[in-house]
């Protein structure tokens, strides 16, 4: 399982330690993601982010998508199935599969970004706002399968 973690707030006027951890999981602005491993070091970062990102478990058919509608190559074109077929031998599909399955990693794709730009949300954010937990109706912290949603209003 991967986690995505998505930047909802912005690093002006945040502590050091944050804009640190910001640079390590390498998220450079709002409305970006970044796709991470269980792993307790990532559960260590999160917590220092929790007032500044949302994070949660992404399922194959939404990281498919992610990756054909936001995966970029370094000249600003988009991630297509033939540059995958022509760099590691196979589709999309069967790329985010394997990369579901932890098998391969994104920096795999030679040239393929490590994050992902979105758009702000359709119909926007949830009712409670960018500066409240998701707990309590926000927008912050940890969210688990609800990711996929807020993902695909952000595509």
């Not at 994070?55 to 988009?78: C, Y």
Request: charged share 25%; hydrophobic share 40%; net charge positive.
């Amino acid at each position: 399982m991967k986690l995505a973690i998505i930047q909802i707030r912005g690093i002006l006027d945040a502590p050091p330690k944050v804009r640190a951890t910001f640079n390590l999981l390498k998220l450079p602005k709002s409305h970006s993601c970044v796709l991470a491993d269980h792993t307790p070091v990532i559960h260590g970062m999160l917590a220092v982010l929790k007032d500044y990102v949302t994070w949660g478990e992404i399922d194959l058919s939404t990281l498919q998508e992610l990756l054909v509608k936001r995966g970029k190559l370094p000249s600003g074109n988009a991630l297509t199935d033939s540059y995958v077929q022509d760099k590691l031998k196979m589709s999309i599909a069967s790329f985010a599969q394997e990369l579901f399955n932890s098998r391969k990693k994104i920096k795999d794709v030679p040239g393929l970004k490590p994050y992902f730009r979105l758009k702000p949300p359709v119909h926007g954010f949830e009712r409670g706002g960018v500066k409240k937990p998701f707990s309590i109706g926000g927008v912050l912290g940890y969210r688990g399968a609800k990711i996929n949603d807020l993902l695909r209003r952000m595509l």
